[in-house]
């Protein structure tokens, strides 16, 4: 492994230790003061679980996977399912993710085979792709840059090596890539022997 990239790596990991070290504190404490409402009195709450006042923001954080990677799909069905009857906007919930990101509260660490983002919570340990979650168009441009001309099904092979999307069906994912040559028209050149490379000035 590059040495930086190793270092990303650790700093990546320490990030998400004191995340959740916090996050558990903060949990702690309000156990620990439903617990002392509870000895003068006063009407519990459930913990860690959706009800009702709680924003959506509150009840994403409550309901995403702490033991795996989820989509926003998966985070719109737990939302439903917790909430019956209840219609949630999924422009808005799409808008949370990116939020929670920013506070470091989750993570992108790949995509799956359908191109949708995976995302995970701090803290939770998960095989993660060297690029992230970025857009296919992106990732190929990195290789080209990084290896040279080659064919989209050359691409699509080391793409899968280096573990971007290697569940999905490869056929698709040249499909896709033929298509970005006619979208960025700037971005990619193709060469008389059909080889691709990225644009310097790109």
């Known amino acids: ?4 990239e190793q270092l990303r790596n650790e700093a990546r990991q320490t990030r998400d230790k004191a995340y959740s070290r916090i996050r558990d504190q903060y949990r702690d404490s309000l156990r620990r003061i439903e617990s002392l409402r509870a000895h003068l009195g006063g009407a519990p709450t459930a913990i860690g679980k959706p009800r009702k006042g709680k924003s959506v923001v509150e009840m994403v954080c409550d309901l995403m996977p702490r033991d795996k990677g989820f989509t926003f799909a998966d985070i719109h069905r737990l939302l439903q399912e917790a909430n019956p009857g209840r219609e949630f906007n ?17 993570r992108r660490v790949t995509k ?4 949708h983002v995976v995302w995970a919570a701090a803290g939770v340990v998960i095989k993660e792709s060297p690029f992230g979650a970025m857009a296919l168009t992106d990732v190929a441009e990195s290789i080209l840059r990084e290896c040279g001309p080659m064919t989209p099904v050359q691409l699509v092979v080391v793409m899968r090596e280096k573990g971007h999307r290697a569940d999905a069906d490869p056929r698709k994912l040249v499909a896709t890539l033929r298509q970005a040559v006619r979208r960025y028209p700037g971005r990619f050149t ?9 644009n310097a000035d790109c």
């Open 190 to 198: 193709v060469e008389t022997d059909g080889r691709w490379k990225a």
């Open 90 to 106: 999924q422009a808005s919930i799409r808008t949370i993710l990116p939020k929670l990101e920013a506070q470091g509260m989750i």
């Open 112 to 115: 799956n085979q359908r191109g």
């Open 1 to 4: 492994m590059d040495p930086y």
